[in-house]
């Protein structure tokens, strides 16, 4: 869906490779979790890819397609994202206008805006506030509009970026629950930006970032049972794997896994 060939950027001349020379593909369909502490180049890497950030070195492919000057925009269509802070994504006064608000550059007809907005709120299960004032929600209801808002454009990448670090327990859970949703139910390819290893038990892949590189990649078990790699890469070991070390056998689990078995 996406390829990075060799990408390469520095925010300043003189300072060292915030991303350092990537090659990466992010397959279709694939809900891909992107891992790294403070600094290690994720969310430069998202600019990238949404081109916030333009002077990068190397090559982008979406779809097979090299990404150029001319096919940038509309190659870019097929993204959408979701930031961290869900108080800076508002624009409506409503939760139905906000959602609908992205949608006003497309030139749709206002029919095919009503419709496509009351499917994404309801893909969120956010239907029945629809009428509510976008910043008197929760944070997870925030963050499940700002999730409507991306899903009315009909990306076909959904990219996270931290959306949940900012929300308590339970409006994690709400996120996390939706995005396995829209994962199962559409084969949304996702790519999901966390410092937190608690987060990415759903994903089908996950890439470990540190200081600009990919310094591993691999299934969630795998990843999960490197420790040295986690070590390395300054990650917090999740608990579930502490507690199967220290209790079990050491073997990878789920948070259900592991409460079944204790
Ligand atoms: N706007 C910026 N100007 C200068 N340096 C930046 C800027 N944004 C990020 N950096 C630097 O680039 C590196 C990667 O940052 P970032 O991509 O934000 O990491 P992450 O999202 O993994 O925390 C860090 O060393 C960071 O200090
Ligand atoms: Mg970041």
């Known amino acids: 869906m996406i390829s990075l060939k060799d990408i390469a950027f520095k925010y300043r001349a003189e300072e060292a490779y915030a991303l350092d020379h990537i090659s990466i593909p992010f397959n279709a369909g694939e809900w891909t979790s992107i891992i790294g502490h403070n600094g290690s180049g994720k969310s430069t890497l998202v600019k990238i890819i949404m081109g916030i950030v333009e002077e990068y070195e190397g090559e982008i492919y979406v779809d097979g397609e090299l990404l150029t000057d001319e096919n940038k925009q509309s190659l870019r269509r097929k993204f ?3 930031f961290q802070n869900p108080d800076n994504q508002f624009v409506g006064a409503t939760v139905e206008d906000d959602v609908a608000f992205g949608l006003e550059n497309l030139g749709l007809e206002r029919s095919e805006m009503i419709k496509r907005t009351e499917y994404a ?3 969120v299960n956010m239907l029945e506030f629809r009428s509510h004032e976008p910043h008197r929600l929760s944070g997870g209801q925030k963050q499940r509009v700002a999730i409507a808002g991306a899903l009315a454009m009909q990306p ?4 996270l970026d931290e ?3 900012m929300l308590d327990p339970a409006g994690r859970t709400e996120v996390l629950s939706i995005l396995c949703r829209l994962h199962e ?12 290893l608690t987060e990415i038990e759903r994903s089908d892949r996950v890439i470990v970032m540190n200081g600009g590189n990919i310094v591993g ?3 969630v078990e795998e990843v999960y049972r490197d420790k040295e790699l986690l070590e390395k890469s300054n990650l917090k070991v999740p608990y ?3 507690i199967s070390d220290a209790l079990l056998d050491g ?4 948070h259900d896994e592991l409460v079944m078995r204790l």
Do not use: F, K, N
């Open 80 to 82: 959408a994202i979701v």
């Open 121 to 123: 709120l309801d893909l």
């Open 156 to 159: 076909e990448v959904l990219i």
């Open 163 to 165: 959306a949940t670090s």
């Open 185 to 196: 139910q559409l084969d949304t390819t996702i790519l999901y930006i966390t410092h937190d």
């Open 217 to 219: 990649e691999g299934s």
């Open 240 to 242: 579930t794997a502490e």
């Open 251 to 254: 073997s990878y689990m789920t």
